[in-house]
């Protein structure tokens, strides 16, 4: 198991890296939420394990960040609140779960195993185009050796062009199943996505992977 966690509790912190450690449990820390929101996308997390009340960003906001942007990875807050009321706030934000400080850590262990044991029954397999590879656990597109990271939406995009290969999918589609019907995106911001999925993926392989059909969308051969 491979986790991230984010606590600025300095003694707070190191101790749960080094028990976390002792049970198999790739740990990697943070101090902050930015910090944190940085890292969270460079490495195929099982578990985001973010303290509600952090610098810069706090774990309550992370998370919301987090799933407007789509992200699916499991997500375990931990805080001193404990009303049913800040309860209702965490899990609306987007946690899967939430434990309460303090806290026994062979229940942090037991939960952190819940939650992977349910990303299991969720996991998607990586999905092939040619010599390419999107990555589902890194958010990564892969062509032999090289490697760039997609942002989430840039990863949802170009996962609707491959698995629709073939066939053109329209503007309105794509900003509809990326955005949400009710979104006000407009089809702008749908160009700079593409733009810069273009850009990453002639990192690559210098190939328009993406193909426009004007007036309607865009399509991969």
């Not at 890296?17 to 969270?40: C, F, H, P, R």
């Not at 010599?131 to 609707?160: M, Q, W």
Request: with cysteine; aromatic share 8%; hydrophobic share 40%.
């Amino acid at each position: 198991m491979k986790i991230l966690l984010a606590e600025d509790d300095l003694n707070l912190g190191k101790l749960l890296s080094m028990l976390l450690k002792k049970q198999n449990i790739l740990t990697t820390w943070v101090q902050d939420g930015e910090e944190a929101y940085n890292k969270v996308y460079t490495d195929g997390y099982d578990v985001l394990v973010l303290d509600w009340m952090m610098p810069r960003l706090s774990g309550v906001q992370l998370c919301s960040r987090l799933r407007d942007e789509d992200y699916q990875g499991k997500i375990l807050l931990l805080t001193a609140k404990d009303t049913v009321a800040d309860k209702v706030q965490g899990l609306n934000a987007g946690a899967d779960d939430y434990l309460v400080k303090p806290f026994a850590m062979e229940e942090l262990v037991a939960r952190l195993h819940a939650l992977c044991r349910r990303q299991d029954s969720y996991k998607v397999s990586n999905l092939s185009y040619g010599d390419y590879v999107l990555e589902a656990s890194t958010y990564c597109l892969a062509y032999g050796k090289k490697r760039v990271e997609l942002r989430p939406r840039e990863y949802k995009l170009l996962e609707i062009l491959l698995r629709n290969k073939g066939q053109v999918m329209p503007r309105t589609v794509l900003q509809d199943r990326i955005w949400g019907i009710d979104s006000d995106v407009t089809e702008n911001n749908l160009d700079v996505h593409i733009r810069l999925l273009r850009k990453k993926i002639a990192s690559l392989n210098n190939e328009e992977l993406i193909k426009t059909l004007r007036g309607v969308g865009y399509y991969v051969e």
